[in-house]
């Protein structure tokens, strides 16, 4: 792979954001040309590396970057999702008149959650983890209403909190081992140890992360962004952003970087704790179909972030055999890959009858989804593949990663992995109970035709998760086993790097 791409993933999204004022004052319509060609070309560049993976770095100055399978996997996901994203956006933006506002800020966070992904020092990481969290809060505050900027202010309340936890645990890496290369650290803690140092940065890290991605206890400021944004910025800050500022950087600096014992621990600890009580507080009858979304979010999160303690522990024990970490670890990526798809076409099935009523009136989701087909499609076989109905993708990728729990030698885990389900049933069958089962308002406001760049994202996403079911084993060889075998090799991968 030529070394260049690396920056031109995030050099060309950075160049859009800057340039788009500019664009739109000479040819105002060639604003979303612009952008679709981005995230396009970013789409099918993931294509392309997904196949043609291989080690590679690039030293430019002081910044260090890196490429391999993970990346891949993750820069196609987030790719795909963008793509929907945008398309979804365009009628939605037009409406709102938010384009010279929105279209910038989303380039903004494309650079900055791509360059998470091609990272290979800590403090490049950071400056990209930033970059992508303070777009998101001028993405939440484009609702242009008082409620959207208390959710903005809320959501950057936590991210300031959390990005000083953050601070503090890179100092402490930082103070021990001379440097923040992420090869350097790897090689450091692997020969020389320093477990207490590793637990006092592990803790501060995993603090600060949680907190920045909406781990429970630190949902509720989460949910507000959640809540009060638009549905293509509820999608990119609810199930988006945490999957790539959240749980790649658990991925990469526990599993790849730093050997500690007590992180596994504490982000299965945490994740259990997200996973159901998220679920719990979003089957509650009286919580809003929006907050639900956002609740079932960070819950399926959690669910992730606790598989992937999981992991961290057994790389460690010499008791999990091979065959357990590949199931946990291609779980894991596969689960990330299915519930993005289906949270996302669930919120863009709610986020539908919004536009369609020009209201965000809960009374108005029901039966909506009889009435529009598109949204009822995207309901149903998000909430499905969120239960895990066969042959929808999220059965298996919740298979694997349950299987792969059991298998590693952990059977009390397996059991709460497994007891989870419940209230993922309860949760996602309200949802699908309101857009699907609920009979309509007596008296429902005058609707406007749903357009078709807001219907296909939808479909695609439905069409995906069935693909992917029926397909898992392709999906799994191709995209997500190159992805495990950079996990497996644990703190010796980043050795290999020069």
Known sequence: MNRYVLLLLVLIPLFTAIILPLVRRIWNHAVETLVFLVVMLSFLTAVWLVSNTSNTTLLAG???????????????ILSGTLLVVFLFSIDLVARRGTRLSYYPLLM????????????????????????????????????????????????????????ALVVIGIAVLYSIAGGLDMARLAR????????????????FLIAGLSLKSGFFPFHANYADGAVSASTPAAVLISVVLPKITGIYVFLRLFVNVVSAPLAGMSMTAVGLLSFFMGYVLASMPSVSARRRLALSSMAENGFVLAAVGVLAVSMQSPASGETALRLLATGILFHIFSHVAAGTALYMSAGSAAYVFETRSDALLNGFGNAVPTAGIAAATGTFSLIGVPPLAGFWSRLLVIAGVFLSGRPALGLLFLA??????LSSSRIYRDILWSPPPDNPLPASPLPTSMGLPMLLLALCLFLAGIAWVFFLNAVFQPAAHVLLQGCGYYGLLP
């Open 62 to 76: 002081r910044v260090r970057l890196a490429w391999d399978g993970l990346a891949a996997a993750f820069l196609l």
């Open 420 to 425: 989870g389900i419940l209230p993922v049933l």
């Open 108 to 163: 903004f966070m494309v650079a900055g959650m791509t360059g998470v992904l091609v990272a290979a020092d800590l403090f490049t990481l950071y400056l990209f983890v930033e970059l992508a969290s303070v777009s998101s809060f001028f993405i939440i505050a484009l609702g242009s209403n008082p409620a959207a900027e208390e959710g903005a202010f809320k959501f950057a309340l936590s991210h300031i909190v959390g990005s």
């Open 188 to 203: 450091f803690f692997s020969s020389d140890g320093h477990p207490y140092a590793n637990t006092v940065a592990a803790v």
